[in-house]
């Protein structure tokens, strides 16, 4: 079992920065990814890192979003940077088990609880 629990959503301005953390217990994954969830959308694959420190991320955050991780702490980030109203969502911390790089959805069977993201623009 993995345990995942998020913080450090909240409100900002169009072209402001926000940092995502997400606390990590229980068995090691093979990767964590973040995902987020717009009002009346499906839930979205942002980025994902692996054990190895292999990065992917979405087009639409590229170049804005940086995933990473701290192992001493075991605490995922996600810093988020040049934000814009359509990063509004819910954005859920996740990990899998399923080796290689899966940007899927259904690969994470683990999920935090969720953390709201609110860009005014």
């Known amino acids: 079992q993995v345990q995942l629990l998020e913080s450090g959503g909240g409100l900002v301005q169009s072209g402001g920065s926000l940092r995502l953390s997400c606390a990590v217990s229980g068995r090691a994954p093979y990767a964590m990814g973040w995902f987020r969830e717009a009002p009346r959308k499906d839930r979205e694959f942002v980025a994902r890192?692996?054990?190895?420190?292999?990065?992917t991320y979405a087009d639409s955050v590229k170049g804005r979003f940086t995933i990473s991780r701290i192992n001493a702490e075991n605490t995922l980030n996600l810093q988020m940077n040049s934000l814009k109203p359509e990063d509004t969502a819910v954005y859920y911390c996740?990990?899998?088990?399923?080796?290689?790089?899966?940007?899927?959805?259904?690969?994470?069977?683990?999920w935090g609880q969720g953390t709201q993201v609110t860009v005014s623009s």
């Open positions: 996740a990990a899998t088990m399923v080796s290689g790089i899966t940007t899927r959805r259904n690969d994470y069977i683990y």
């Open positions: 890192i692996d054990w190895t420190g292999i990065t």
